[in-house]
């Protein structure tokens, strides 16, 4: 007997984003989230933004989400990549992506945190038991389920506990998944930014020694920023008032939009990657950063976890339909065999990205600028960047990132 069928501990957006999948496909469903029910469904614009791929994108329309964010997005129409030098801005692009040469339609979508999660929490209110203000403490195999102690001293039973809770999810360390990676010495500055000239959809990404830095667009005249810098520096930085650190900025961000000026809140954190060892144990699965954190360089964080989300969904209902326990060892395993190398393989690809740009020697520089002209210069090539960019070199495809229902 238990109380839920899948029990996700972690309330940020991949929890909620799974739970609603399960439970669109009949499956009981409970999520436990640390923070308290509205803690992040503000009027108020705080700064945060995400880069959607296409595929991201199918996946909440399928859950009949998109709908109603679509208005508040933006979408991004062209992609534009430099090098550049720490407070030179950059040099002419030497990469550059048009969605007008894919069939489907923009690359990608910006949408803010606070309209994803809104949504998401809406969605829940009818259809997932949701526990806000309260955390997973412990959890135990028992004869057909796991057993889960929250916070408040309640204990639930479920078939399935799945680890939304980020790069240091207790419940990873409490199934024995060891982790690797490393840090990157980086510190990412993220801020919104409302400027004079129109963007026209065009996301651009600066590599410099210091870090890259991406300008990608929000709706109206505004753009998120996401800006790496050594920890030294972003130190200094982040302690500014608001008019030096745009005085800062300025340099790097160029002046091809015209006079900026900060629109929201001012975040950091530390950049690394974290890699766990199995996304699967006894009873247990791990999806998103729980599983795999990643450098931001691309954008590429929460489409990976959404990624995650989707294979995990098809394979428990589909193994639910077929009468099988959808903790077994045997249906976590189609999981962890779906998602692993996938997930790796594109952390690492950025990984080395990362550390390609991040020197300024005239050599490396002369052949990443070969290396990016003949990408540009390959229709063929151009459009394969794009395809894996937004999702749609997954293979096999989970049906949700297709757009269809599970």
């Known amino acids: 007997m238990t109380d839920v069928d899948v029990l996700i501990a972690?309330?940020?957006?991949?929890g909620p984003t799974l739970a609603l999948a399960l439970a669109g496909a009949g499956l009981r469903v409970a999520?436990?989230?640390?923070r308290p029910v509205d803690a992040r469904a503000s009027d108020n614009f705080d700064g945060r933004a995400?880069?959607?791929?296409?595929?991201s994108q199918r996946l909440l329309k399928a859950l009949g989400l998109w709908d109603g964010l679509a208005g508040d997005s933006q979408p991004i129409r062209q992609v534009k990549a430099s090098q550049g030098r720490s407070g030179e801005g950059a040099a002419p692009f030497f990469l550059h992506f048009d969605s007008a040469e894919i069939e489907e339609g923009p690359v990608g979508h910006m949408l803010e945190d606070r309209f994803l999660y809104r949504a998401l929490l809406a969605a829940m209110r009818d259809r997932v038991r949701h526990l806000p203000d309260l955390l997973v403490t412990g959890h135990g195999s028992t004869a057909g389920g796991v057993e889960v102690v929250l916070s408040d001293g309640r204990r639930l039973r479920a078939g399935l506990l799945v680890g939304a809770d980020g790069r240091g999810s207790g419940v990873a360390a409490?199934?024995?998944?060891?982790?690797?990676g490393w840090g990157y010495g980086q510190t990412a500055l993220v801020a919104a930014i409302a400027h004079e000239r129109p963007h026209h959809g065009i996301a651009q990404q600066y590599f410099m020694a210091t870090g890259p830095l991406a300008i990608l667009p929000l709706p109206g005249n505004r753009s998120s920023v996401v800006w790496s810098e050594t920890n030294a520096n972003a130190r200094a930085i982040a302690a500014l008032p608001d008019d030096a650190f745009l005085d800062v900025l300025r340099p790097r961000f160029g002046d091809y939009l015209g006079r900026i000026e900060l629109a929201g809140g001012r975040f950091t954190y530390p950049l690394s990657l974290s890699l766990a060892e199995r996304y699967v144990a006894d009873r247990v699965a791990l999806v998103g950063d729980a599983a795999h954190g990643v450098h931001p360089i691309a954008g590429q964080g929460l489409n990976l976890g959404l990624r995650d989300v989707a294979a995990l969904a098809e394979v428990l209902v589909d193994a639910a339909r077929r009468g099988e326990d959808i903790g077994s060892e045997m249906v976590l395993e189609r999981y962890q065999g779906w998602r692993r190398f996938d997930a790796t393989a594109l952390a690492l690809g950025m990984d080395g990205v990362n550390r390609l740009f991040a020197t300024e020697n005239p050599l490396v520089s002369a052949v990443r600028g070969v290396g990016m002209g003949i990408v540009t210069a390959v229709p063929a090539l151009r459009r394969g960047f794009m395809r894996r960019a937004a999702g749609l070199s997954v293979d096999p495809m989970p049906r949700l990132l297709l757009g269809r229902a599970l």
């Open 10 to 14: 972690g309330g940020g957006l991949n």
């Open 31 to 34: 999520v436990v989230d640390p």
């Open 50 to 55: 995400y880069a959607l791929a296409v595929a």
């Open 174 to 180: 409490r199934a024995g998944i060891r982790r690797q």
